[in-house]
């Protein structure tokens, strides 16, 4: 059974550039979420994808935008980059069933984007 | 507004003795409540969850305790071996919404000395 994988492992964009990260979500797995950790905070819910709908959405601006695909792989777009999206970003794959039971996402490691 | 609340970034343990850490939240309505550990490189690890409803969970060398009357949980690990230093993670889950939007704290890093 994979885990989840993300690509790439580091990136350097320029300000004003799009970006798109990549997410293979981990066998059976039906959701995924995406995070930012910026520097010495904990991870930000930006959004989650359920049956490629977003499906919840944290306090990100539309720059930020995601798919989800019918394998349940997905990626994150982010547009017109800023500094202050430099962070690590986390993909994170749940089965959605019973909520009541949550035995947590499995996170990828990251992808470490620097906006420079 | 930080919902969620990890008021000591650092801990150091002796190995074989007991390491707590603390979180606090703001809001009374969070229906889960779960810890994550991180190692550098890696993404965040499931540790233990505990709901709500009760004020205790269990497993292994791993205790989480919820304190509602406080809006506190800890999470003890006894006893604390080299291999748990890493990067504590508390997080709660929002009512209602069904998303399992997850709202974490800012982290705790703990050192086991051996």
């Known amino acids: 059974e994979t885990g989840v994988t993300q690509s790439p492992t580091h990136l350097i964009k320029t300000r004003g550039q799009q970006v798109t990260l990549r997410c293979s979500s981990q066998?059976?797995?039906?959701?995924v979420s995406w995070y930012q950790q910026a520097l010495g905070q904990g991870p930000q819910f930006i959004f989650q994808y359920y049956r490629e709908e977003e499906n919840g959405r944290g306090n990100f601006p539309p720059r930020f935008s995601g798919l989800q695909f019918p394998n349940y792989s997905s990626e994150l777009n982010v547009n017109a980059l800023e500094l202050d999206d430099s962070a690590l970003y986390l993909c994170?794959?749940?089965?959605?069933?019973?909520?009541?039971?949550?035995?947590?996402?499995?996170f990828g490691s990251g992808t470490r984007l620097t906006v420079v | 507004d930080q919902q969620v609340k990890q008021n000591s970034p650092s801990l150091s343990v002796q190995e074989g003795r007991i390491s707590i850490l603390n979180c606090d939240y703001t809001?009374?309505?969070?229906?889960?409540f779960l810890w994550y550990k991180k190692y550098p490189a890696e993404g965040p690890t499931f540790l233990i969850s505990?709901?709500?409803?009760?004020d205790k969970n269990e497993d292994g060398r791993f205790t989480v305790f919820l304190n509602k009357s406080a809006k506190h949980l800890s999470l003890h690990i006894v006893p604390s071996q080299p291999g748990d230093s890493a990067v504590y993670f508390c997080?709660?889950?929002?009512?209602?919404?069904?998303?399992?939007?997850?709202?974490f704290g800012t982290g705790t890093r703990l050192k086991v000395l051996a």
């Open positions: 994170a794959s749940s089965f959605r069933a019973n909520r009541r039971h949550p035995y947590g996402y499995t």
């Open positions: 505990i709901s709500s409803i009760k």
């Open positions: 066998s059976g797995h039906n959701t």
């Open positions: 809001n009374s309505m969070f229906d889960y």
């Open positions: 997080a709660a889950t929002p009512p209602g919404s069904g998303t399992y939007k997850y709202i």
